[in-house]
């Protein structure tokens, strides 16, 4: 009886912690690691820079992504925080 009378007000709480602003099947990419310190990164330069060439090319495909999105969607509201 309590869940019946109270639905509308799960509804709404349950819609509400939803992420509206992401779309649905876009997916923002993990920022690659980045050591502290400078000597690792000189040590490890060609895979750090390996790494966030990787990362640019997966942001600009989920930018792609949010910009179809938008166009199945107009009315949605998409943040970029990456």
């Known amino acids: 009886m309590f869940i019946a009378r109270n639905a509308p007000l799960l509804f709404a709480f349950l819609l509400g912690s939803m992420p509206i602003a992401a779309a649905a099947d876009c997916v923002p990419p993990e920022r690659p690691f980045l050591p502290q310190s400078q000597e690792d990164m000189r040590a490890y330069a ?3 820079r390996s790494d966030f060439e990787t990362y640019i090319d997966d942001v600009q495909d989920y930018f792609r ?6 166009v199945v969607c107009p009315h949605r ?5 990456f």
Do not use: S
């Open 46 to 48: 060609d895979l750090i």
């Open 77 to 81: 509201v998409v943040r970029f925080d």
């Open 65 to 70: 992504c949010l910009d179809a999105e938008r």
